[in-house]
């Protein structure tokens, strides 16, 4: 099974959201945004889209909602260089909305659940979406520690959709990646430990697993 990591940029501002994605550009192909409202998470990042017309980068990106109401918004999100959108299932009244959106839009779409919600709650999502998140941490800032439930789910979605996209979220680092690997997750989106190090390409290829 081959292993996306994916660097994700949790900042306050557009500028530095620029500098994170220049810094990854040599190393990967996508980006993560995480944009916080401060009502869905408590904690609030940069999450404007009206400046994504000015960034120009080679990378696709992906960007996580987590929002509340995210069917209210989510137009806004749905243009370059945006591939792909993450919602969770516990901001939303209406998923089949957000999916129709999207891909009217042609963008994929991905389901994510925070830590207290059951794994079950993504299986009638299997074939309708094209990526699944099990988010390991509470929705907020970079830096939190990975909760140990994560692992469970990940396994069991894995076991029940052999074909799907899981992308784990939160708290990935040197140490946890490889059991987060083995659980059966194929993207692993890390910020804190890619953006601290002073050999970016060397650590994403760690988190992947990989030494080349």
């Given at each position: 099974?081959?292993?996306?990591v ?5 900042v306050s ?5 620029q500098e994170?994605i220049?810094?990854?550009e ?12 401060g009502?869905?998470s ?8 009206r400046d ?5 980068t080679?990378?696709k990106i992906?960007v996580?909602l987590m929002?509340?109401?995210p069917?209210k918004?989510?137009?806004q999100?749905?243009?370059?260089p945006?591939k792909?959108v ?6 939303m009244?209406?998923p ?10 042609e ?7 925070n830590?207290?919600t059951f794994?079950?709650?993504l299986?009638?999502?299997f ?16 830096g939190?520690k990975m ?14 959709c ?6 784990a979220d939160?708290?990935v680092n040197?140490?946890?990646a490889?059991?987060?690997r083995?659980?059966g997750a ?8 890619i ?6 390409g060397?650590?994403?290829?760690t988190?992947?697993?990989s030494?080349?």
């Open positions: 099974m081959s292993i996306e994916i660097p994700s940029i949790n501002t557009f500028e530095e959201v994170r220049k810094k990854v040599p190393h990967v192909s996508w980006c993560h945004l995480d944009v916080t409202d009502v869905f408590k904690h609030v990042t940069w999450h404007d889209p994504l017309p000015q960034l120009v080679k990378l992906e996580h929002v509340a109401e069917e918004i989510i137009d999100w749905l243009i370059e945006i792909r993450i919602v969770h299932l516990e901001a009244k209406d089949e909305l957000v999916i129709r959106k999207c891909r009217d839009a963008r994929e779409i991905g389901f994510a659940i830590p207290e794994w079950g709650k299986q009638p999502w074939e309708k979406v094209d990526l699944m998140q099990v988010l390991a941490v509470s929705p907020g800032p970079s939190q909760g140990e439930e994560a692992i469970d789910k990940i396994r069991h979605l894995r076991s029940a052999p074909h799907c996209i899981i992308e939160g708290g040197f140490e946890t490889p059991r987060i083995e659980a194929n993207v692993l989106v890390a910020g804190n430990v953006f601290n190090s002073s050999e970016i060397s650590a994403v290829n988190l992947r697993g030494t080349s």
